[in-house]
């Protein structure tokens, strides 16, 4: 089993940045995708971004150009790197394999204030 340890929330104003990291163990994280997730108050969890091992990445439109996810695979770990942040992008940031219904960390929490 994998566990996952999301770090780097906090709290920013609206434009500002942050830049979250998730320490992966396991070696599945080397020869799996891996992605990041956020959950806002009262929602269900969504999918932000995703990255292959090989480095190709996709994103919710709605963090289209802002976010940029990466990952450094000796050090199993995934980052997403988020500028010009908006207060809806408020929530619970997770990350995971794409698709995952379970094995979730404890989240880091992302408050962005106006």
């Known amino acids: 089993q994998v566990r996952l340890v999301e770090s780097g929330g906090g709290l920013v104003q609206a434009g500002g940045s942050l830049r979250l990291s998730c320490a992966a163990s396991?070696?599945?994280?080397?020869?799996?995708?891996m992605a990041w997730y956020r959950q806002a108050p009262g929602k269900q969890r969504e999918l932000v971004a995703t990255i292959t091992p090989g480095g190709s990445t996709t994103y919710a439109d709605s963090v289209k150009g802002r976010f940029t996810i990466s990952r450094d695979s000796a050090k199993n770990t995934v980052y997403l790197q988020m500028n010009s942040l908006r207060r809806e992008d408020t929530g619970v940031y997770y990350c995971?394999?794409?698709?995952?219904?379970?094995?979730w960390g404890q989240g880091t929490q992302v408050t962005v204030s106006s």
């Open positions: 396991g070696t599945i994280f080397r020869f799996n995708a």
């Open positions: 995971n394999v794409p698709a995952a219904t379970g094995n």
